[in-house]
């Protein structure tokens, strides 16, 4: 069965005279909040949730955690929660977001390579309920702030298990020469440690992540195989597989099912059970992308462009790679339509410029589009996931606003940053 992520385009995304999205004509958004602008169709969060929800009901203990990476905002947070999501959690950011977005705590898991006393003291004092361990100097320190808070508290160990899966490299994390998690032959001296010196961890499991934007089904099964394998040789009860599902920015990508997803892990997972001879472990997931991506695009507004004598046609918008840094720092390619007249013909070939003072900020090469003039709208799509929450302030702009749409109602759920927002932490020395 087809699934949210497989959708280049906001689900409830409608061709009129011009683009509307949850019912609100993009224009009038841009009328009434600016450009660039981030635009999330709060229906299509919904259907993937619902996706994930039914593709893996057929297992009895399983735990949907949101990666709060790809999209950390109060707002998109309390509506996930709504739908039963429980988080990963990588900062004190992302758990002090969570936390005031009134987020069940105990469904919250703290992942990261090197968390620090303070974001693991507030972690353990705001209650969350797991905190994956990375390595071995962070099994030292997470006993000590929990010895220093006076509770046990409950941890998975994260590893590495030795997969590689055909994604960018720089988003690669499962093969065996990365910076994350235990080496499997480090493990037994990990479970050791707790078992005898670390008095104040339980630990309950394994956690893993292969990488990101995967498009393979089959490295989920070998994964479980593996993560299986080892709770079972060590009496653990829980495996956490990480996220991972792959989203369509462009036509030529296919972006598996979650509904063949999950029963490739279902399948493989009964028959470790059977072969491993276990009662079945709780299983965490933690999609991100698969989450968010869609249901997201930019808003730009056309400005300047520039035809190279016999070369290309560069248009420049109103943003660029402080919004989103995917295509220059990934290779990134993205989907593109102008907003205001999505259905004229009279193509032409132009690369999309950003902003920004840096040659390498170019959001899209060579794509055909109607004629643009200033003042037009582009609609980027897919661009949920690690687009606002890798933004910077490079050149000193602002930030661009969020707003969430559905059933024709838009409200702002960040506001745009203003001029004063971008000196208010400067200080001029005396
Ligand atoms: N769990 C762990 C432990 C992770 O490290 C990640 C992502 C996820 C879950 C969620 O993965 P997802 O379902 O979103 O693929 N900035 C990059 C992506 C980095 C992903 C890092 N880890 C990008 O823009 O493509």
């Given at each position: 069965?087809?699934?949210?992520?497989?959708?280049?385009?906001?689900?409830?995304?409608?061709?009129?005279?011009?683009?509307?999205?949850?019912?609100?004509?993009?224009?009038?958004l841009v009328e009434k909040f600016g450009?660039?602008?981030?635009?999330v169709d709060e229906y299509t969060i919904?259907?993937?949730?619902?996706?994930?929800?039914?593709?893996?009901?057929?297992?009895?203990?399983?735990?949907?955690?949101?990666?709060?990476?790809?999209?950390?905002?109060?707002?998109?947070?309390?509506?996930?929660?709504?739908?039963?999501?429980?988080?990963?959690?990588?900062?004190?950011?992302?758990?002090?977001?969570?936390?005031?977005?009134?987020?069940?705590?105990?469904?919250?898991?703290?992942?990261?390579?090197?968390?620090?006393?303070?974001?693991?003291?507030?972690?353990?004092?705001?209650?969350?309920?797991?905190?994956?361990?990375?390595?071995?100097?962070?099994?030292?320190?997470?006993?000590?702030?929990?010895?220093?808070q006076n509770k046990t508290i409950d941890?998975?160990?994260?590893?590495?298990?030795?997969?590689?899966?055909?994604?960018?490299?720089?988003?690669?994390?499962?093969?065996?020469?990365?910076?994350?998690?235990?080496?499997?032959?480090?493990?037994?001296?990990?479970?050791?440690?707790?078992?005898?010196?670390?008095?104040?961890?339980?630990?309950?499991?394994?956690?893993?992540?292969?990488?990101?934007?995967?498009?393979?089904?089959?490295?989920?099964?070998?994964?479980?195989?593996?993560?299986?394998?080892?709770?079972?040789?060590?009496?653990?009860?829980?495996?956490?597989?990480?996220?991972?599902?792959?989203?369509?920015?462009?036509?030529?990508?296919?972006?598996?099912?979650?509904?063949?997803?999950?029963?490739?892990?279902?399948?493989?997972?009964?028959?470790?059970?059977?072969?491993?001879?276990?009662?079945?472990?709780?299983?965490?997931?933690?999609?991100?992308?698969?989450?968010?991506?869609?249901?997201?695009?930019?808003?730009?507004?056309?400005?300047?462009?520039?035809?190279?004598?016999?070369?290309?046609?560069?248009?420049?918008?109103?943003?660029?790679?402080?919004?989103?840094?995917?295509?220059?720092?990934?290779?990134?390619?993205?989907?593109?339509?102008?907003?205001?007249?999505?259905?004229?013909?009279?193509?032409?070939?132009?690369?999309?410029?950003?902003?920004?003072?840096?040659?390498?900020?170019?959001?899209?090469?060579?794509?055909?589009?109607?004629?643009?003039?200033?003042?037009?709208?582009?609609?980027?799509?897919?661009?949920?996931?690690?687009?606002?929450?890798?933004?910077?302030?490079?050149?000193?702009?602002?930030?661009?606003?969020?707003?969430?749409?559905?059933?024709?109602?838009?409200?702002?759920?960040?506001?745009?940053?203003?001029?004063?927002?971008?000196?208010?932490?400067?200080?001029?020395?005396?």
């Open positions: 069965m087809k699934s949210t992520n497989q959708y280049l385009k906001p689900l409830s995304l409608k061709v009129n005279e011009n683009l509307e999205i949850g019912g609100c004509d993009t224009v009038e450009t660039p602008l981030y635009v919904r259907s993937i949730c619902r996706d994930y929800k039914e593709a893996f009901k057929a297992y009895e203990n399983v735990n949907m955690m949101y990666a709060s990476k790809a999209l950390c905002t109060m707002a998109t947070s309390k509506l996930l929660a709504s739908e039963g999501f429980g988080f990963d959690v990588v900062s004190a950011g992302e758990i002090y977001t969570v936390y005031k977005a009134g987020v069940d705590m105990s469904k919250v898991l703290f992942n990261g390579n090197n968390k620090s006393y303070d974001e693991l003291s507030l972690a353990i004092e705001l209650g969350v309920g797991r905190i994956s361990a990375d390595n071995f100097f962070e099994l030292a320190l997470l006993n000590e702030v929990a010895k220093a941890i998975l160990l994260r590893i590495t298990p030795g997969i590689e899966c055909h994604t960018h490299k720089y988003i690669q994390t499962g093969h065996l020469d990365s910076k994350f998690g235990f080496d499997l032959t480090q493990v037994d001296e990990a479970v050791e440690l707790i078992k005898n010196d670390y008095t104040n961890l339980k630990l309950h499991g394994l956690h893993a992540h292969i990488g990101s934007q995967i498009f393979e089904t089959s490295i989920y099964g070998d994964e479980i195989e593996i993560l299986v394998k080892e709770i079972a040789r060590l009496g653990l009860n829980e495996i956490n597989i990480g996220g991972g599902i792959g989203v369509k920015y462009t036509e030529n990508d296919c972006p598996p099912s979650v509904y063949d997803v999950a029963e490739i892990i279902i399948n493989r997972l009964n028959e470790c059970i059977k072969k491993y001879n276990i009662e079945p472990p709780a299983l965490f997931i933690e999609p991100g992308r698969s989450i968010i991506s869609t249901a997201g695009v930019t808003l730009y507004t056309v400005g300047s462009s520039k035809q190279v004598p016999n070369g290309r046609k560069y248009v420049a918008v109103d943003g660029g790679m402080s919004d989103n840094i995917r295509p220059a720092m990934y290779g990134a390619e993205y989907t593109v339509q102008v907003a205001n007249k999505p259905d004229v013909q009279n193509l032409q070939k132009v690369t999309i410029a950003g902003r920004f003072c840096e040659s390498g900020d170019i959001l899209i090469k060579d794509v055909e589009l109607p004629e643009l003039e200033e003042g037009d709208i582009l609609c980027v799509y897919n661009t949920g996931a690690y687009n606002y929450s890798m933004a910077s302030n490079y050149n000193r702009v602002p930030k661009p606003a969020m707003v969430l749409v559905n059933d024709s109602l838009s409200h702002v759920i960040v506001a745009r940053e203003t001029l004063d927002d971008l000196i208010s932490h400067d200080r001029i020395s005396q």
